[in-house]
């Protein structure tokens, strides 16, 4: 059974962000803060400006690196004096992401990395098969930790991953670039739910075993002198 939200209409629990944002060449760490802060705007306290060290925390990343990123975000004038994002875009096209994607405690390079396949994302089949380098490029990461990152969101249930390949004009079998499908997001908040269960179970069983082990070494006899 689902521990998690129910709500019938997915579009209720996404937030949109515009395609152009690719464009201002912003660090995983400032796309991620800013990301936040619209999923802030749109479904919590639009009052509320969220203090660095909750970004921080949220997105696993230094307060002094939040409190960097922020004050970038402020000079480029993408966010307002109340830390309200500002998304100013010359089209009309946007891209969604789901709330619950800062629930999963994936960090600011994997959210980054996956917001890109959402950006990339076919809306019929839910797929798409970006290269590493154009990924890395897009996202201002090396192709090894884009590569970490695809592995995490693999493993978290957000993306399956398919490898390709294709034959040249001369018969020759090369790799293709990877087959990427963006999973429901009720799979991955699924998956942490269960993570985290099993974490706790695992807990209780350690502590089960100290305290029998402390009892017994209370109990034992005396070793003769």
Same mark, same amino acid.
């Given at each position: 059974?689902?521990?998690?939200?129910?709500?019938? #209409?997915?579009?209720?629990?996404?937030?949109? !962000?515009?395609?152009?944002?690719?464009?201002?060449?912003?660090?995983?760490?400032?796309?991620?803060?800013?990301?936040?802060?619209?999923?802030?705007?749109?479904?919590?306290?639009?009052?509320?400006?969220?203090?660095? #060290?909750? !970004?921080?925390?949220?997105?696993?990343?230094?307060?002094?690196?939040?409190? @960097?990123? *922020?004050? =970038?975000?402020?000079?480029?004038?993408?966010? #307002?004096? /109340?830390?309200?994002?500002?998304?100013?875009?010359?089209?009309?096209?946007?891209?969604?992401?789901?709330? =619950?994607?800062?629930?999963?405690?994936?960090? /600011?390079?994997?959210?980054? %990395?996956?917001?890109?396949?959402?950006?990339?994302?076919?809306?019929?089949?839910?797929?798409?098969?970006?290269?590493?380098?154009? *990924?890395?490029?897009? %996202? /201002?990461?090396?192709?090894?930790?884009?590569?970490? /990152? *695809?592995?995490?969101? +693999? #493993?978290?249930?957000? &993306?399956?991953? +398919?490898?390709?390949?294709? &034959?040249?004009?001369?018969?020759? @079998?090369?790799?293709?670039?990877?087959?990427?499908? &963006?999973?429901? !997001?009720?799979?991955?908040?699924?998956?942490?739910?269960?993570?985290?269960?099993?974490?706790?179970?695992?807990?209780?069983?350690?502590?089960?075993?100290? @305290?029998?082990?402390?009892?017994?070494? +209370?109990?034992?006899?005396?070793?003769?002198?």
């Amino acid at each position: 059974m689902s521990f998690f939200f129910n709500q019938p #209409d997915p579009k209720r629990r996404r937030f949109p !962000i515009p395609n152009d944002v690719w464009k201002w060449e912003l660090k995983p760490q400032g796309f991620a803060i800013l990301a936040y802060l619209c999923y802030l705007h749109v479904h919590c306290n639009k009052n509320a400006s969220p203090s660095a #060290d909750e !970004i921080a925390s949220q997105l696993h990343m230094s307060k002094d690196m939040a409190v @960097k990123q *922020i004050a =970038e975000l402020n000079r480029r004038g993408l966010l #307002d004096q /109340h830390m309200v994002p500002i998304l100013k875009s010359n089209g009309k096209n946007f891209f969604s992401l789901p709330n =619950e994607l800062f629930f999963l405690n994936i960090g /600011h390079g994997a959210i980054t %990395v996956y917001a890109y396949l959402l950006y990339c994302e076919n809306r019929r089949t839910h797929q798409c098969h970006p290269s590493c380098r154009t *990924i890395a490029a897009a %996202v /201002h990461l090396s192709a090894v930790t884009v590569m970490k /990152h *695809i592995t995490k969101l +693999e #493993d978290q249930r957000l &993306i399956a991953v +398919e490898n390709t390949n294709y &034959i040249d004009d001369h018969g020759m @079998k090369w790799n293709g670039n990877n087959q990427y499908t &963006i999973l429901p !997001i009720q799979m991955a908040m699924d998956h942490c739910y269960q993570q985290q269960m099993l974490r706790l179970e695992e807990q209780q069983k350690w502590d089960q075993t100290q @305290k029998r082990l402390g009892w017994n070494a +209370e109990n034992a006899p005396c070793v003769p002198l």
